[in-house]
């Protein structure tokens, strides 16, 4: 197999960073339908943003093989990998769990307060830890964290297949790759990853072209057939989220601090722009009738959400990424930097 240059992929920081964007502006154009109206130019180009899931997905069909290539991961390692894993998403979930019904209980003390009073469903929370809340149909605290069920099924499936997808005999990846990638037409559920497989597919061939397992005209060759199917089973609109980590992973190459911050706060973004930023949309709805000032506290929630994921990133996700790191899985890792996916 060809080696390749591998390092740190600073271009991803910045993709990161705009997924993570890009879905804090469709829930904030669009998580309360009464606050901007059809036709107002930050709704209509907001209907997108919920693309920026769709990359992630991507991103981390990409990054979590790419990492675990690093490690020198092998099948004898499935523990040490999930609970990595665990480590490094585990606190800031929770912590966000935590922040979002403090949050929601500080909201029926306001006079402005319309919806029923503060419950919680302590069987539909202690769900939460396992991510289950899918499989029995209980509602999350937090609408983005199905995302999460669907990453950590990523988790146990790449960790199954990550040996075939640098085996020797490359019909055993094609194979793997096949079944995940084609299980998404049979099992559609919205809550299991094989209906996203496909999206997961795209990233799993960015990494074994990048390391050199496939060659040019094999790696085009697999891309276009998984970009047919993802065309077949969504629409076009899911051809731009698969092609962006692309463009960014093959080509681009972005360094500076600005792309650097925005990658370091994506997965505390994604955490807390609901409860901070959704909620100041919705006080906005109720307090403010004109509508271009409803616009303008649009990037008002999305500032104050990319503050306050900083400071969650700082004093909760930074931690728990520091001491993932430290569990390895061999005493000599190839030279290759590769920052922690944020989900």
Known sequence: MEKKKLGYLSSLDLLRGLAALAVCYFH???GNPDFLSKTNLLYQSGRYGFLGVDVF???????IPYAMYRGMYRFKNFGKFLLKRVIRIEPPFIASI???IALNWLSTLSPYYRGAGFTIDFTALALHLGYLNAFFQYPWVNDVYWTLAIEFQYYIIIALIFPLLIHSKKYYSFIALGVFGMMGFFITGHNFIFNYGLLFVVGILLFQFKIGYLKDAEFGTLLLIALLLIFVKFDKRYLVAALLPYFFILYFDFNNKISKFLGNISYSLYLVHIPIGGRIINICETLIQSEQ???????????????????FFMVIEK???ELAKKIGYAKKQINLEVKPEST
Do not use: K, Y
Not at 57 to 63: A, P, Q
Not at 294 to 309: E, G, K, N, T, W
């Open 293 to 311: 000032i409803r616009s303008v506290f649009v990037f008002v929630a999305l500032a104050v959400s990319i503050f306050a994921a900083w400071v």
């Open 98 to 100: 935590i922040l979002v």
């Open 28 to 30: 904030f154009t669009h």
């Open 319 to 321: 931690p728990a990424m």
């Open 57 to 63: 997905f991507v991103i981390s069909g990409f990054v």
